[in-house]
């Protein structure tokens, strides 16, 4: 539920942007409350408290808007979110506006894990090449991870490549232990 709930809000909310040409700034307006809220835990435990009168909760929320320059639409979107209790959602909503902002830009997020320190020049050439395969900008992020012994993970969206000599051993080991058995 909490996932399809959050991709509903985030599609209705990308929807809005686009008829107005505003969905990367409602992104960036999105983002900046939830920093906020990420630096100050007790905004969402005031948000949800019911203790609080519904109308008290949406000035709070119509006060960080404002003082956070949040757009009329994004605004009315957060009280939304505080009438019906899905604030509580709202880093799986900014999550979801994300994908959709990337797939709006032609824009794809991959990451790759080595097990050691890679050039810069490296990774930016693993990015041109995941760039001309997919077809789309790649944002990519890189992850020295010393278990892996040798090899490279890629990670597209929900593909995983993984050349690791450690999968690769693993992999050998179960082969030898099925022709025993």
């Not at 948000?47 to 119509?62: G, S, V």
């Not at 009329?72 to 900014?94: A, C, E, G, M, Y």
């Not at 050039?119 to 900008?137: C, F, N, Q, Y």
């Amino acid at each position: 539920m909490k996932s399809s709930a959050s991709k509903r809000f985030a599609k209705a909310l990308i929807e809005i942007g686009r008829e107005e040409g505003a969905w990367d700034r409602y992104g960036k307006e999105l983002r900046s409350v939830v920093a906020m809220f990420r630096g100050n835990p007790e905004l969402e435990k005031v948000l949800l408290n019911p203790m609080y009168k519904l109308e008290e909760r949406k000035a709070l929320m119509e006060s960080i808007a404002s003082s956070a320059s949040i757009s009329p639409h994004v605004s009315k979107f957060f009280s939304i979110l505080v009438q019906t209790r899905n604030i509580r959602f709202l880093d799986d909503i900014s999550e979801a506006y994300s994908k959709f902002e990337d797939e709006l830009s032609g824009r794809i997020r991959a990451s790759v894990e080595a097990p050691t320190e890679l050039e810069p020049a490296l990774v930016e050439e693993i990015r041109k090449k995941l760039s001309a395969l997919t077809g789309k900008d790649v944002i990519l992020t890189y992850n020295c991870n010393p278990g892996l012994l040798g090899g490279l993970v890629l990670k597209i969206e929900n593909t995983i490549l993984d050349g690791s000599l450690k999968t690769q051993l693993e992999l050998m080991k179960e082969k030898i232990l099925e022709g025993v058995v």
